[in-house]
Each structure stands twice: as structure tokens, then as C-alpha cells.
């Protein structure tokens, strides 16, 4: 199935670096909103350690055509080298809504 929204997950390292990208994302109207989790506790091995972070993540609303352009610039914006950029389809959602992102992302 084909899905023509998404929700987008980017973990950041401060509040700081999370807002300049949503400012960024939504400047360029490809995402319709954002939320940021202001503080997440974060687990995972990098370069063979075990490491715990406080980081912050953004939930990021917007159509799948929209995918490449949020992650080339989130990867230009972002301070890690590796930055988490992934999405999930919505499988469903109030048309309203739905209606609304579209008009958000044209």
C-alpha cells in the first residue's frame, strides 16, 4: 500500500538544534508541524561503546514525497554525524487533518 503521509522521527542533541531545523523545514513548507520531545534518554553503541545520551526528538508531520528533502537538509543542519531520520506511515488519520498537511506541504 501506498501511503501519502507520514510522521517523521529526527533525534537532536539540545532544544537549540531541534528548532532551527523545524524553522528551516517549515520555511521551506515541507512539513505541516512539529513537535519536540524536549528531553529523551537515548541508548546505543557507536564507534563500539555503549553510550547514554539526553537528547531531544522531533515528530514531524508531512507527505512521503516530501522524505528527501526534509533529510538532505535535516543531514546539512544537524551536528551527528549519522542523525536518526526515519518515518512511518500514517495508516490513517482525520480527513480534516490529513486535508490540512496537504495544504501546509503544497
Keep these: 500500500m501506498n501511503y501519502q503521509h507520514i510522521q ?21 513548507q515541507i512539513i505541516a508541524c512539529a513537535q519536540i520531545l524536549p528531553e529523551v534518554e537515548s541508548f546505543y553503541r557507536w564507534k563500539g561503546q555503549i553510550v547514554n545520551d539526553q537528547e531531544c526528538l522531533l515528530l514531524l508531520k508531512t507527505r512521503h514525497r516530501h522524505f528527501s528533502a526534509i533529510e538532505q537538509l535535516v543531514r546539512e543542519g544537524h551536528s551527528y554525524d549519522v542523525p536518526e531520520i526515519i518515518a512511518v506511515p500514517l495508516v490513517d488519520g482525520s480527513t480534516d487533518y490529513l ?4 495544504e501546509q506541504t503544497e
Excluded at 517523521?8 to 521551506?28: M, Y
Excluded at 486535508?99 to 496537504?102: N, S, T, V
Design 8 to 28: 517523521v522521527f529526527i533525534s537532536c542533541q539540545n532544544k537549540s538544534e531541534a528548532k532551527k531545523l523545524v524553522e528551516s523545514l517549515l520555511a521551506d
Design 99 to 102: 486535508k490540512w498537511i496537504d
